[in-house]
């Protein structure tokens, strides 16, 4: 039984059933049009949705959804009024920056709190350092790690902590799935950790626990 309830969800390559999410009780389910089938999608408790102001944000990559919430009376006992998450999900290509989305349309200056929750599927000592890399790998990776630190973002993850394990024996663990917070955030983060097993993915669940907000949710009503 997990201590506090979760208000938000970000999936990366989501499943589907003819490119309709599933349904769970007491959340409600975004994904960006046009996506078929989704490629990221954002659940937000319905609780939360009830208290305060939850809207999507689109992009012009469907691979990137974001999810603002605001509170007219701050959040977290700081004046900050809106806090924005996005889910990411980075694919292959054969040009340059050779991933689906750049990192200046993923880190971006903003003066609130920003939380980037993502499957990059990047390689970076940082991350992983005990992971042996090839040049392209690095130099890939290092420009998106380097466009984050700039702005500037920080990564949550405990480095060498792996969220992917292959189905396969061959293949090594690895951190695939990265979470990052803006300077107005990084504050306010108290833990990540990845406490729960794998829901039949080869990624593992990985949580991030805020500070308690000013604005204290009650519990969800029973049916």
């Known amino acids: 039984m ?35 089938p989704p490629t990221v999608a954002i659940y937000v408790s319905c609780t939360l949705n009830q208290h305060l102001s939850c809207s999507t944000v689109f992009h012009e990559s469907s691979e990137m959804l974001s999810v603002d919430v605001f509170s007219p009376e701050g959040l977290f006992g700081f004046p900050h009024r809106s806090l924005k998450v996005t889910s990411v999900y980075l694919l292959s290509t054969n040009r340059p920056p050779y991933r689906s989305i750049s990192p200046a349309r993923i880190f971006s200056f903003l003066p609130y709190p920003h939380l980037v929750l993502g499957d990059f599927n990047l390689h970076h000592p940082l991350a992983d350092p005990c992971r042996s890399l090839s040049e392209r790998e690095f130099n890939i990776s290092t420009r998106y790690f380097d ?77």
């Open 147 to 223: 466009a984050a630190f700039d702005v500037p973002y920080y990564s949550l993850n405990t480095t060498g902590v792996n969220t992917q394990f292959p189905f396969d024996t061959i293949s090594r663990p690895s951190v695939l799935d990265l979470a990052c917070a803006n300077t107005a955030l990084s504050s306010l983060v108290s833990l990540w950790d990845t406490p729960l097993p794998s829901t039949s993915s080869d990624h593992v669940p990985c949580v991030i626990t805020l500070k308690p907000p000013a604005i204290m949710l009650p519990p969800p009503t029973a049916h």
């Open 2 to 36: 997990l201590p506090h309830p979760r208000l938000l969800v970000a999936i990366q390559d989501p499943p589907s059933r003819r490119s309709v999410l599933p349904t769970f009780p007491g959340f409600m389910s975004y994904d960006p049009p046009p996506s078929w």
